[in-house]
């Protein structure tokens, strides 16, 4: 409640896969011989509980040290082949109901589209509709949305993290593999603070992982808050409609089979807050290892049409100095 008071959301993690030795289904689950308990092929493994008191008929998973100093080890369970389908939608809308939490954390989403659907009508006939999140983590282990797209209709966030390369990434990559901009999902990184910047052009920065001095967006978003941009337009670099282009003389080889290209590129932020009187915010991310020098051209007549009345040479863009993300500055359009 602590979390509500302060408008804080939270979300639960609660995935398939894997099941606590804590739950107290446990015993009678193990009765229906390898229909929800993944049974071993080999010998007993994992942690000395599960070998001393399971013994056989079960495949292990991870285990925990609590604070008190207890073991919560788990459990291997199928994904979606068996009736365990029903049990895990029904916890979710027992928890819905019972608690006041504002959604769902998914560790990886093995299963069909008609599961995700089932429980956001189960959300709805409880009137949990609107409001409660379901935000999708995976890895980045081949192009991370041929799994899952297909349940994206049904989530509301995306947070792509191990194994994603993110520095032999090119922009190309970036926009078609990691973000979520292509499906109209917001996405956010799990990484380190130097990824923000190619994070930035494609609507993202990091989440606070595994603590904030590894990873802190929070500067980023009071700059942002400060400009009028809480909830901005985006004109991406591969925008046609962009009002801001990069020129450099840098290329650089991506990684990851990416080819090569520009060093840098470029986006557009629109903000709303002050009608009539837009705020721009320009973000630009460099993909070489060094320093490179770029000239940004503004389409002025573009600028006009989002609604800066006086767009013309004479403006110069200004840079807010942002802890842990950049200096202040400031220099000329064109």
Known sequence: RCCVYTHTQVKLYYTVRELSTFAVELWALRALRGEVLISSRGKAAGHVWLREHLRANYTAAWHE???????????????????????????????????????????????????????????????????????????????????????????????????????????????????????????????????????????????????????????????????????????????????????????VAYGAGGGSGPAAVASVFVGDEHPGRPRVAVAIANWAPHEVGVRLTANWSALVSLGLAAAGPHLRLRARPISGFQTTGSWALG
Not at 182 to 199: K, M, V, Y
Not at 200 to 216: E, F, K, Q, S, T
């Open 65 to 251: 040290v609590l604070a008190t100093g207890e073991v919560d080890a788990a459990v291997q369970t199928p994904a979606f082949t068996s009736r365990w389908d029903n049990y895990w939608l029904e916890g979710i809308v027992w928890l819905a109901r019972n608690l006041d939490i504002d959604g769902i954390y998914l560790d990886g989403a093995p299963y069909e589209r008609s599961v995700l659907r089932r429980l956001r009508r189960a959300l709805a006939a409880i009137g949990r509709s609107e409001g409660f999140k379901l935000d999708l983590h995976a890895s980045c282990a081949g192009n991370p949305h041929l799994p899952y797209v297909e349940l994206y209709p049904y989530l509301d966030s995306l947070w792509f993290g191990e194994q994603c390369e993110y520095k032999s990434f090119s922009p190309a990559q970036w926009l078609a593999e990691v973000s979520g901009v292509p499906f109209g999902l917001p996405a956010e990184i799990l990484g380190d603070n130097s990824d923000q910047w190619q994070g930035l052009v494609h609507g993202m920065v990091c989440r606070i992982y595994p603590d904030p001095w590894r990873c802190n967006p929070r500067p980023i978003w009071e700059a942002l808050d400060g400009m009028g941009m809480q909830r901005p337009r985006l004109l991406g670099w591969w925008d046609a409609a962009c009002p801001i282009t990069v020129a450099t003389s840098s290329t």
